[in-house]
């Protein structure tokens, strides 16, 4: 790997870390404040909404300039959401601006590993910043858990500044400025993030002019015989998985008794298992090979809803690692394919805009579902079962959906599978 990679993991990791941990604490800020049952699950949807109304933009400004310096500006606009939260405006809306950091992070952060790898190496480099990004899911959700927590917080608030008050007098006050200095440590690893040489594409004048240039470029990776099946693929894995963080709190809250603290730990068991999957993915499976693991997401389908049965943490714990290695498997090869069907179609920003639209927009439906369902008394018990059966007789339709193309489109699609090896082979 080329000596910039590590500095884009190192970028990565911190700003996901903080990312997640946000995410933990901004819970514990709703239900400490005694916020309906609704609104920490609306986190998740509120997260994803810049995602899905700025796909159109994002993916133009990533490649109109170096991606190191999208990536601190991004980071940046998360810090600004993370001011906004500290000086009480509702977590909704401030989680809501750190969605907007995080939207035109993502396209930098996925493209420009096209820019600076050959595509043989695609997905190893996925494998393994999927692997740190999940690697950071674990401790960001422990981080933001402990944070929360009655050790850390009170030695956090028992930091005096002499002469000055802070005004900062709870535990999620504290985290909140302790994070803010992770994404300042992630935004100084953006600047030290090499430039690839790629020709930048300029934004136009009119950036309503992005709309119809986005819209061409959906249509066409979603009629891109490979790249639709791993579109579709990749946009309920991230769906489901999006929302699946918050469920699992909720779950270990209901069938544990588990307090937002300890419930983080289990967020992190599952984000173990997807590491440990991911990072197996990237050392075993070709590019071509990906639609051959479609069945391993029928599988994660049906794992979601024997949860409604654990109530042991002995047994919940390899269960939800089994669970995160499946989906790590499955995605890693599968948001490879997507990458280099996308960067030959379109180029690498817009292709990752577009598959965040996708997976932001399933991430805020299913979101949504789930929030209104538990303001109208749906259990935690009952969204899982919902989920479980989603996953799997969706993935099970993809499947169908691809063996037809096999059947239907058969010299198409050997042709890019072609294609696909040829570049793996280079």
């Not at 179609?345 to 996708?358: C, D, K, T």
Request: hydrophobic content about 55%.
């Amino acid at each position: 790997m080329k000596r910039g990679f590590y500095t884009i993991m190192a970028a990565q990791f911190f700003s996901s870390l903080a990312d997640n941990a946000l995410f933990v604490v901004a819970v514990e800020l709703l239900r400490s404040g005694g916020a309906p049952k609704w609104q920490p699950a609306a986190l998740v949807p509120m997260f994803a909404f810049f995602y899905v109304v700025l796909a159109p933009f994002v993916g133009a400004f990533a490649d109109s300039r170096p991606k190191g310096q999208v990536m601190f500006v991004s980071n940046a606009i998360k810090v600004v959401g993370c001011i906004a939260m500290l000086f009480s405006t509702h977590p909704l809306l401030a989680y809501a601006i750190v969605g907007l950091g995080a939207a035109a992070y993502s396209p930098a952060k996925y493209g420009i590993l096209t820019e600076l790898l050959p595509a043989s190496q695609l997905v190893k480099a996925n494998g393994w910043i999927e692997g740190l990004t999940i690697a950071s899911i674990i401790l960001g959700v422990l981080l933001g858990g402990q944070l929360v927590g009655p050790n850390i917080s009170s030695a956090l608030l028992g930091f005096d500044i002499p002469v000055f008050d802070t005004g900062i007098d709870t535990a999620p006050e504290a985290a909140l400025v302790t994070l803010m200095g992770v994404y300042a440590l992630a935004a100084w690893f953006n600047t030290r993030i090499p430039h690839t040489g790629v020709e930048m594409r300029p934004m136009p004048s009119n950036l309503f002019k992005l709309l119809p240039d986005f819209r061409r470029c959906n249509s066409d990776l979603w009629r891109d015989k490979l790249g639709q099946i791993s579109l579709a693929t990749t946009t309920l894995f991230w769906g489901v998985s999006g929302n699946l963080r918050y469920i699992v709190l909720a779950w270990a809250a209901a069938a544990l008794g588990y307090n937002t603290t300890q419930a983080s730990s289990l967020v992190g068991v599952v984000a173990i298992g997807t590491a440990v999957g991911a990072v197996i993915a990237s050392t075993r499976t070709r590019l071509d090979q990906a639609t051959s693991l479609i069945w391993m997401g029928i599988g994660m389908g049906l794992l979601v809803i024997l949860m409604n049965f654990i109530d042991k943490v002995w047994v919940a714990a390899p269960f939800l690692i089994l669970l995160g290695a499946l989906g790590g498997f499955l995605v890693v090869p599968m948001n490879a394919l997507l990458q280099h069907r996308g960067h030959n179609l379109m180029g690498a920003g817009r292709s990752i805009a577009v598959q965040n639209f996708n997976e932001q927009a399933c991430i805020l439906g299913l979101g949504a579902f789930y929030a209104l369902s538990t303001g109208l008394g749906l259990s935690a018990f009952g969204a899982i079962t919902a989920f479980g059966l989603v996953v799997a007789v969706v993935m099970w339709l993809i499947q169908r959906w691809h063996a037809r193309n096999l059947v239907h489109h058969a010299d198409e699609v050997q042709a890019l599978l072609a294609i696909a090896r040829s570049d793996k082979a280079h």
